[in-house]
C-alpha cells in the first residue's frame, strides 16, 4: 500500500500492560519502516468499565518509550477527534446506513427474556444463536435503543500477514449489538468505521481477536468496504512458557520500570524481540537499525516466553553504553540516602566502579551504601565464607594487622594498592580468595562489593585504616 497507516487504539479500562505496549511497538515500527504513520485512537465506548487516569498512564508510557504518534487525541489530525467518546455522531450515521440497508434492527429483548432462550437452548444441548430469534417484525431504530446487526452467516477465508491462511464455518457468525441502549457504539462496530475513516492499512493486535475475524469480514461486506491488512501477534508467555502472562507472574508496568530504573531503550529493544527477529542470533538493537530491519514477515507465529532476567541483561548492556557523565544525571534519584552529604566528584568515582555491575537504577543504594555509611560488623560474612569460615580469630586479626601495616605506607592509587596486596599473598603465604575475601569484607560489611584495589581507592588512606582497625577490634 502506498501510505502504511497503522494505529494502537486501547480501551482506558486499566493501565498498561506488557502485551499492549507490544502491540503498540510492533504498530509503530510497521508505521516507521515504511514512512507511514502512527496514530493513536483512545476507544473509551465502555464507559462502565472505564478507569480514571488510565488514558494519561497510556500517554506517558507510550511518551516514556519515546514512541510518538503522529495523530491522536492530544494533537489533533486530518481526522480531527481520535476519542471514540467525541465520535457519537458519526457511528450513528453508519448504524443508519445498515437500518436502512435492513442489515441492523432494533433489539426488542428484555434481559430476563436473552436469559430465558440461553437456557432453553442449553436445556435442548444447542447453541444459543441470536439469529435464531430474530423478531419477525423489525421495528425502526431511534438512536436511543440497542440495535444489532443483522448477520449472513457465511463461510470465510482469509489471509493473516502473520498466521497465513485462516477460514471458519458460517456457524460461528452471529447476530450481535453494534450500538447500546446509552448511545455508545460496541468494539466491533466502532472500530470498524474509525479504522475505515482513519484511512488504516495494518490492523496490529492480540490473537483473543481471532475467532472474531468473521463477523467483522460480515460487517465489512454489509457497510461495502475493504477491510486493512490483518497482523496478529503472538501472545506474550510467562517465564514457564506454559501460559500468557499475568500480573501473578511478576511483570509490571512499563512506567514501574521506568521507575525502578529500566531504560526505555533497553525496554525497545527487549520488547521489539519479544516476537520478532531478523532471522540473524543478533540481540541488541538500536531503535534505527529496528526500524531498518522490521519485516511483518519475521514476526514469530508461536508465543514469545517473557524472561525478566533477559530484560536485566540487555539494561545493564545499555547501562554500560552510557558514559559516565550521562550516567550519573540518570542516576540523582536513586543514590541512598546516605550518600546526600557527599560531594558529586566521589559520588562519581563511586558510580564507576558500579557501572559494570549495575542491571537497574534502584540497585544503587545496595550496590553502594558502604561507601556512604559504616554497615553494622557482620562477622556471618566471615563465618559463611569458603575460603574463612575455618580460621580461627587469631589468624584473622594477624592478618589484617599485617595488611594495616603494608598499606600505612601506600600513596592509595590503584596502581600501588595493586602492588601491595600482591606482594601481600607472598609474604602472608594466602591465597586471593582467602586474603582479598578478609579485606573485603571488614572494609565493607557488605556481601559484595567492586574490585578490591579500586574500592579502597575510592574509601581512601584514612577511611580504610579506620575501617581496618575497627575491624581488628571488633574482632
Not at 461495502?224 to 501473578?248: A, C, N, W, Y
Request: hydrophobic share 35%; net charge negative.
Amino acid at each position: 500500500m502506498a501510505n502504511t497507516r497503522t494505529r494502537f487504539a486501547p480501551s482506558p479500562t486499566g493501565f498498561m500492560h506488557v502485551g499492549g505496549v507490544r502491540t503498540a511497538l510492533f504498530a509503530w515500527l510497521i508505521a516507521k519502516h515504511s514512512n507511514g504513520q502512527f496514530i493513536l485512537r483512545i476507544e473509551d465506548t465502555d464507559k462502565v468499565r472505564e478507569v480514571e487516569g488510565s488514558e494519561d498512564h497510556i500517554m506517558k508510557s507510550l511518551e516514556f518509550l519515546n514512541l510518538k504518534w503522529d495523530e491522536g487525541p492530544d494533537i489533533g489530525g486530518p481526522c480531527m477527534l481520535y476519542r471514540q467518546s467525541e465520535r457519537l455522531d458519526l457511528y450513528k450515521e453508519w448504524a443508519e446506513k445498515l437500518v436502512q440497508s435492513g442489515r441492523a434492527y432494533t433489539d426488542p429483548y428484555k434481559k430476563e427474556e436473552l436469559e430465558e432462550l440461553r437456557e432453553l437452548a442449553k436445556k435442548n444441548k444447542k447453541p444459543f444463536l441470536f439469529r435464531d430469534h430474530r423478531p419477525e417484525a423489525m421495528p425502526m431504530w431511534d438512536g436511543k435503543k440497542t440495535l444489532r446487526f443483522k448477520s449472513n452467516p457465511k463461510s470465510y477465508t482469509w489471509k493473516d500477514e502473520v498466521l497465513g491462511k485462516l477460514s471458519t464455518g458460517p456457524e460461528v457468525i452471529d447476530d450481535f449489538i453494534i450500538m447500546k441502549s446509552d448511545g455508545y457504539p460496541t468494539y466491533n462496530f466502532a472500530h470498524i468505521v474509525d479504522d475505515y475513516l482513519m484511512k488504516i492499512t495494518h490492523i496490529v493486535r492480540s490473537q483473543e481477536f481471532i475467532s472474531s475475524t468473521p463477523k467483522f469480514l460480515n460487517l465489512y461486506e454489509a457497510l461495502e468496504i475493504e477491510h486493512p491488512l490483518f497482523v496478529t501477534l503472538p501472545p506474550v508467555m510467562g517465564p514457564d512458557g506454559k501460559k500468557k502472562l499475568s500480573k501473578r507472574d511478576g511483570a509490571k508496568g512499563i512506567l514501574d520500570y521506568g521507575r525502578e530504573g529500566y531504560m526505555p531503550e533497553a525496554l525497545i529493544n527487549f520488547l521489539a524481540t519479544l516476537g520478532w527477529n531478523d532471522g540473524s542470533t543478533k540481540e541488541i538493537f538500536n531503535i534505527n537499525e529496528l526500524i531498518a530491519s522490521f519485516d511483518i514477515q519475521r514476526i514469530n507465529r508461536a508465543g514469545a516466553k517473557f524472561d525478566e532476567q533477559r530484560l536485566m541483561w540487555l539494561n545493564g548492556h545499555y547501562i554500560r553504553e552510557l558514559s559516565l557523565d550521562d550516567l550519573f544525571e540518570k542516576v540523582q534519584d536513586y543514590w541512598p540516602q546516605s550518600a546526600t552529604s557527599f560531594e558529586n566528584d566521589y559520588k562519581k568515582k563511586v558510580l564507576g566502579l558500579v557501572q559494570e555491575r549495575l542491571k537497574y537504577f534502584t540497585e544503587l543504594p545496595q550496590l553502594t551504601n558502604f561507601f556512604f555509611e559504616e554497615l553494622p560488623t557482620d562477622k556471618t560474612l566471615i563465618e559463611n565464607n569458603k575460603f574463612l569460615k575455618d580460621y580461627q580469630k587469631d589468624e584473622l586479626i594477624n592478618l589484617l594487622g599485617q595488611v594495616k601495616l603494608s598499606l600505612e605506607s601506600s600513596d592509595f592509587s590503584v596502581e600501588d594498592l595493586t602492588t601491595r596486596l600482591n606482594q601481600l599473598l607472598e609474604t602472608t603465604n594466602k591465597k586471593p580468595g582467602e586474603l582479598f575475601s578478609l579485606i573485603r569484607i571488614v572494609t565493607t560489611w557488605a556481601p559484595a562489593s567492586p574490585a578490591l584495589a579500586d574500592s579502597l581507592a575510592v574509601f581512601g588512606k584514612d577511611k580504610t585504616l579506620h575501617k581496618l582497625s575497627k575491624a581488628i577490634t571488633d574482632l
